[in-house]
């Protein structure tokens, strides 16, 4: 009886998981002429389009994208994300991370010249490699934007 009762919560649990799989919300809405279907990146589906006729769609990933933070941008390989984080005070935290450890990391301040923050910045992000026996080397940075803008920093490896 207890084993009847174990195979059929199984079972139960199995339907269900297999249901909300079939549900699993797509990562990308795609509208074409006011159709709207979910597709996921490298998905082909049909789009039945207002006028009756179906059409084969795709969405793909370009190889780099464009990060616009209002007023700065940059390019990036596709398959990184920019998350944006509000520190309160005026500053705003861009953040890019692989899996690696690389880190790209823009604050925007609105209220103060950040200038005199490097060398704090640099000593909290490596903090705990340096406590482990990671060695930090750092040089002073520049680096000229398109529009003829030079940005000074610190770089550390």
Same mark, same amino acid.
């Given at each position: 009886m207890r084993l009847r %009762?174990? *195979?059929g919560a @199984? #079972?139960?649990i199995m339907l269900c998981a #297999?249901? *909300?799989?079939a549900e699993d919300p797509k990562a990308f809405k795609l509208t074409i002429d006011g159709v709207t279907v979910d597709i996921d990146p490298g998905e082909d589906i049909d789009v039945k389009l207002g006028n009756g006729k179906t059409s084969k769609v795709r969405l793909?990933?370009?190889? @780099?994208a464009t990060f616009s933070g209002g007023t700065f941008s940059f390019v990036h390989p596709s398959n990184y994300?920019? !998350?944006k !984080?509000? %520190? #309160?005070d005026g500053i705003?935290?861009?953040l890019m991370a692989s899996a690696l450890g690389t880190l790209v990391v823009v604050q925007k301040y609105d209220k103060m010249n950040p200038v005199s923050l490097n060398q704090l910045m640099l000593q909290e992000m490596t903090r705990e490699t340096v406590q482990a026996g990671g060695q930090l080397t750092q040089q002073p940075t520049t680096r000229? %934007?398109?529009d003829g803008k030079e940005l000074t920093g610190l770089k550390a490896t």
């Open positions: %009762l174990a *195979a @199984f #079972g139960a #297999g249901a *909300a799989r793909e990933h370009n190889d @780099f994300s920019v !998350t !984080t509000d %520190l #309160g705003a935290q861009y000229k %934007l398109a």
